[in-house]
């Protein structure tokens, strides 16, 4: 195994942590805000998916580049 | 595994005055799919105009209402109004090449070079253990990083245009606030806008595409329901990023258009 | 894979252009005006459904107020038939009234005037027979007229001391 394997996949690794880090923050919140007000859920349904996705960049970002860093692109 | 060779493209080029100018075929096709899928659904679904919509009439207008949204949680109504065709046209673009890569494959193999279009053969004799050259011919346009980076740079590019229009004064005042050192804060996030906005929609797609292709190749027990499963995820997540490019797009232009900062 | 290709850009631009001019031409415009034109005319027919609502309410009121004149106009009716009847009943019976009066004062009179009648028959009567029993018992011819003042004068002495 190359050392480009092993780069790649702690680049996924990391990214997963972070990614899911981020991801549990917006998305407790989110269960939160519905737990208080259960009539504002479709709005901020919308957001957390944004916010989600935009947590996401970086870490699809990494894994992106982890994969491409695994197949030795 | 030869992962590598999936990802390969044909490729047309030529040279115009020393700057390469190449087309990678795979997204020349796609991307003319995609617009023609579009333009046959809105043609299909302003054929017959009727009072009480059904069918397509009914898709395209709800597509419509909800793209308007997008533009009017952004700019005022005055201006809006002169980008629901573009932010139609984005969303739905985006809507269905996201989703063009999920449907199926098509990789051909090789055994002679074909120069033309940039297909090398791999040779048997030379490299052990090697398979036949394997091109795709059918991937998302969205799963090409120079197409995405294209939409991100023309974004922005037309952001700056319309704020330099709009009030050279004003564009250029917002990068010295609030304080004038901030000039180098401004112009990194000038920089970084674009390139995370085309990078968020690739990597998303990207991953999602080669995710499906390892897992097709890596083990019978991979290709029952976990591919039915991230297949379901990823066009999920084609319909999110499509949204959230869209959104973006439009923060960003009225981050220069207001011209309250 | 990552190399930077001018000619996917410039296409993916193109094509992107393109596809947005044909859309907005051939397929926002009519939608979005025909997204319109089913606004305005929800529009109008809520509108047009409001007033018929506030006419209706109109009518219905109208009807309501005519109504209850109606009755008052026919209580009314009633109150000045019965006034009416009732003053026509007086009249008639105070002429019925009047009438028996009338007739009753008739019938006096009749009855004095034949009283008064047979009286001055019977006074001379009377006359004619006292003075044929005077002249049969003075057995003498007194002259009529003579006879009848003298008569009247007893008779009349007769009513005084009477």
Redesign the interface.
């Known amino acids: 195994m190359s050392l480009d394997v092993l780069a790649g996949a702690l680049m996924i690794a990391f990214a997963a942590i972070g990614g899911g880090i981020g991801n549990g923050l917006v998305i407790s919140r989110f269960v939160e805000g519905v737990a208080r007000q259960p009539e504002a859920r479709s709005t901020l349904f919308v957001q957390a998916i944004l916010g989600v996705a935009l947590v996401e960049v970086v870490p699809i970002i990494a894994v992106a580049f982890g994969i ?1 860093k695994v197949l030795g ?1 | 595994m030869n992962l590598l060779e999936m ?1 390969k493209t044909p ?3 030529f040279e115009l005055g020393g ?6 075929l795979t ?2 096709i796609t ?2 799919v995609t ?1 023609l899928l ?2 046959l659904i ?2 299909l ?2 054929r017959k ?3 009480v919509p059904s069918g397509m ?1 009914n898709l ?2 709800m597509v ?1 209402d909800f793209t308007k949204g997008i533009v009017r949680s952004n700019l005022d109504l005055k201006t809006s109004s002169r980008f ?3 932010a ?3 969303f ?2 985006l809507l269905i090449a996201n989703q063009l890569g999920l449907v199926f494959n098509l990789v051909t193999e090789h055994q002679q070079p074909i120069p033309f279009l940039g297909i090398e053969a791999s040779n048997h004799a030379e490299v052990a253990g090697k398979e036949a050259s394997k091109y795709a011919w059918w991937k998302s ?1 969205t799963a ?4 995405v ?3 991100a ?2 974004i922005t590019l037309m952001a700056h245009f319309i704020g330099i229009k709009r009030s050279p004064k004003n564009y250029l005042a917002h990068y010295f606030q609030p304080y004038p050192w901030m000039v180098i804060l401004h112009l990194i996030d000038e920089v970084a806008k674009p390139v995370t906005h085309g990078m968020r929609l690739w990597a998303n797609i990207f991953a999602g595409e080669v995710l499906i292709v390892i897992m097709l190749q890596a083990s019978p027990l991979m290709t029952g329901l976990p591919l039915i499963l991230w297949i379901g995820y990823s066009l999920f997540v084609g319909v999110v990023q499509a949204y959230v490019f869209t959104t973006l797009a439009f923060v960003y232009l009225s981050q220069k258009i207001t011209t309250d900062h | ?13 193109i ?2 252009v ?3 001019l ?3 031409r ?3 415009r ?3 005006g ?2 319109k ?2 606004q305005d ?1 929800i529009q109008a027919q809520i509108r047009s459904v409001e007033e018929n609502r506030e006419q209706m309410e109109k009518l219905v009121e109208e009807q309501k107020t005519a109504l209850h004149e109606a009755r008052i106009e026919a209580k009314e009716i009633i109150e000045r038939a019965k006034v009416q009847k009732d003053r026509e009943a007086e009249v008639i019976i105070n002429q019925a009234k009047d009438r028996a009066e009338r007739m009753l004062q008739e019938a006096k009179l009749e009855i004095i005037r034949e009283k008064e009648k047979a009286i001055s028959e019977l006074r001379d009567q009377v006359g004619l027979l006292s003075i044929d029993l005077a002249g049969k018992v003075l057995g003498q011819e007194i002259d009529s007229k003579q006879q009848s003042k003298l008569v009247g004068r007893y008779l009349e002495e007769v009513g005084r001391v009477q």
């Open positions: 491409m692109v | 990802e490729k047309i080029g700057v390469p100018i190449d087309f990678d997204v020349v991307t003319t617009c579009v333009f809105v043609v679904a302003a105009l009727t009072m009439q395209v207008e419509i629901y065709g573009f139609f046209t984005l739905l673009f346009p090409n990083l120079n197409v980076f294209a939409m740079i023309a | 894979m990552l190399k930077l290709e001018i000619g996917t850009m410039l296409f993916q631009i094509a992107f393109v596809l947005m044909l859309v907005s051939f397929g926002l009519p939608v979005l025909m997204m034109h089913r005319h």
